[in-house]
């Protein structure tokens, strides 16, 4: 009777093709999270446009709008709130993802014992700087950053980067990304309340005019109206009708007797 070798505990074995049997690997313990798993990368600022409702607005806006001039200062009122809330949320969301930037440079540098050597700065560059700080502003000289050239978010990063290097390089494209992200956002919310400001000023303006038109009554105006008569063929007979425009091409219909 040939000799078998014992196969141990079921399960922790298995057979091949070749009649071996090869020893299973067991799965070891997970390693623990880092702190820098506990953040989602950011990837998509769609989600800041959601901004909690105000209580503050809901209860002005309980009572009913009296007129359009009204009901189009609270939906300004309601943009200036919600342009607000989004802004907010991303700062909070920019700020998010630098501490996520952070967190894994410090945890790249503690994987590989990166440690960084710091060096006493030469008094005599120090002096230099000083002076420079306390001298006195030039007449004539501008000394204000009116352009700083964009930075390419785009560009190849050098693989030789320290982890504190690429953190740099990471939250430099970060912070251009958030200028490129609040500029747009906030031209286009110009455009949506230059709209809402046209027609509110549209409908002050027609609220100024008050115009009685009655059965051999006058027109009375606040203020002035530039009236034209169709250029029609008509003859003043005992009663005649006349359009009247009154800004903006509305027409109003009036029976003169």
Known sequence: ??????????????????????????????????????????????????????????????????????????ILESIDLHEKGVKENFMYMFQREKERIIAIAKEREAETGFSVS???????????????????????????VKNIPP???????????T??????EELMTLIQRGVVEMEGYEAHMKGV????LDRLEKEIGAQALDIKIEDGED???EDEMDIRIEEEDFKMEDE??????????????????
């Open 1 to 74: 009777m040939a000799f078998r070798p014992p196969t141990g505990p079921r399960g922790a074995q298995r057979r091949t093709s070749s009649g071996l049997q090869t020893p299973i690997a067991t799965p070891g313990p997970e390693p623990a999270p880092k702190p820098s798993d506990s953040i989602p990368p950011l990837n998509n600022i769609v989600p800041a446009i959601f901004v909690p409702f105000d209580d503050a607005m809901f209860e002005r806006f309980l009572e009913p709008a009296r007129d359009r001039a009204t009901r189009l200062r609270r």
């Open 118 to 144: 710091r060096t006493e700065a030469d008094p005599r560059v120090a002096d230099a700087v000083i002076r420079n700080m306390e001298a006195k502003a030039e007449p004539g000289m501008d000394y204000n």
């Open 151 to 161: 930075l390419d978010m785009n560009r190849a990063l050098p693989l030789t980067l």
């Open 163 to 168: 982890p504190r290097e690429l953190a740099v």
């Open 193 to 196: 309340k230059q709209d809402y």
């Open 219 to 221: 027109i009375e105006m």
């Open 240 to 257: 005649v009708e006349v359009d009247i425009k009154v800004e903006e091409e509305e027409v109003i219909h009036v029976k003169v007797e």
